[in-house]
């Protein structure tokens, strides 16, 4: 963008309404503009990733009371946790593998300790 401001200047400078310097100024100043807008829309994109972003300590902390609840739990608070922690499931047989994609969401709600079964 630094660029882009840099030749805006110098066509500012040499442009007239018709000239082909003064069609190229209103196309640097459009893509300036576009390009601030995509940042603008990424920076609070950004700001709103990070409020759902958890460390790793966080998670350490519950998965070390995640045991003692689970065996509390019922089987119907048991499949709920799950639901609530597994968005997918993918299954290879061919290679015999899987993979799980977890929410983050549930995640953060475990680290926050809101525990299905827990006292209100």
């Known amino acids: 963008m630094a660029e882009d401001h840099r ?9 007239t309404d018709r000239t082909p310097a003064a069609e190229r100024l209103a196309e640097l100043h459009e893509r300036i503009a576009s390009a601030e807008r995509r940042l603008a829309l ?3 994109q950004l700001e709103q ?17 995640f045991d003692p609840v689970w065996e509390s739990l019922s089987r119907y608070e048991q499949a ?3 639901r609530l922690l597994i968005e997918r499931i993918d299954y290879d ?9 977890f929410h ?4 953060k709600t475990l680290a926050d300790g809101n525990f299905p079964g827990d006292a209100p």
């Open 7 to 15: 030749r805006l200047r110098q066509l500012v400078a040499t442009a």
């Open 42 to 44: 990424v920076q609070k």
């Open 49 to 65: 990733a990070s409020g759902r972003l958890i460390d790793e300590e966080a998670v350490a902390r519950a998965l070390e009371r």
């Open 80 to 82: 709920r946790l799950l």
């Open 93 to 101: 047989g061919r290679k015999g593998a899987i993979w799980i994609t």
């Open 104 to 107: 983050a969401s549930g995640i």
